[in-house]
């Protein structure tokens, strides 16, 4: 049973969406707040004081300037990447189901939401409230237009790219499509694209050349233009570390700023990536907090807390104790709160140095 809007509703627990990590299982059922929703104490966290004397170098100016947003943005986040097109209409699809359960077990229904950005947003309570803003991404040609529909709202910004997994979308149109949307206000970023060798058949490797031939060409034309267009890039790479990495060390200078969104790979293909690219961040999603993935905890472990990005990849992954239902953005803050948990450092350390990391690669 759980408690929402006053009223105790009966919620089962639904599939999770992990077919990007097979080897983890699925927990146990519990009871689900209907958007997913827990509120918590806020965090506060005053950042390190700027470099100061009569010869302060750049790196001290730089924070001096970054000093009075930072205090603006203590305890907030951002979602780094989610998929916002998928998002709502899920969670409207969700809260119409845990009605008619509850209507069925007998219990007073709880609020229904309509698939509205602004009524989502509006819901937030509690922690999940000091969202700031979200990256929300575009991936395939069929919801390119759908998903720069949400830039109109104040904290939404875009990053637009192919999907490996959509890598037969590309073509002469398609580039032309994503360069003028690079040119639009708010978009921050081209990605995500990358390779994914996942074979949901075989739980292994795509063996398919053609398939991997096609996803390489598409991957090495994007960081192509993403670099002469200076834009920030957004990596998926699942199943594909040896690829992924060969292509980005021929594709990109090392300076380039890339975000290689929810890391799930081995902690080897990770300090290769911060290693050799120094304005590389790994994004961590709900994924982080699920019990059975001690591999992606791990690398959190071993990755210095100022490469990191709070992401959630909302619609999938929700984290616990949410795992089974719909993702959203709001759920940054248990990404936020597990990480703490594995670094040995506070909440509001989490949150400023991410915070100021999101800054540095997408200027939000």
Known sequence: MTRRFGLLVAVPLTAVHVNFLPTLRRSSSVARPVFGRKASAKSSGAPAAPTTGSRRSLSGRYK?????????????????????????????????????????????????????????????????????????????????????SFLKYDGIYGAFGIHPLHAHDWDDEVEKKLLAMMTMQKVVAWGECGLDYFDKKTRGQVKDPKLRGLQRKVFAKQMDLAVSLKKPLVVHTRFAEEDTLELMEKHLPTEHPVHVHCFTSSNTLAQALLERFSSLRLGFTGVVTFKNAPEVQEVVRNTPLERILLETDSPYMAPEPFRGRIAHPGHVSYVADKIASLKGVSRAEVLATCRKSTRLIYGI
């Not at 000093?67 to 203590?74: C, D």
């Not at 986040?77 to 359960?101: G, M, N, W, Y």
């Not at 509205?116 to 922690?127: A, F, N, P, Q, V």
């Open 64 to 148: 001096e300037k970054l000093k009075p947003l930072e205090k603006e943005t203590a305890g907030r986040f951002v979602d780094t990447h989610c998929h916002l097109d998928k998002v709502i209409p899920r969670l409207s699809r969700q809260s119409h189901e845990d009605a008619r359960r509850a209507k069925a077990k007998g219990l007073a229904p709880p609020r229904q939401m309509n698939a509205s950005y602004k009524e989502w947003r509006d819901s937030l309570e509690g922690s999940e409230n000091d969202l700031e803003a979200c990256v929300n991404i575009g991936c395939q040609k069929a919801d390119l237009e759908q998903a720069a």
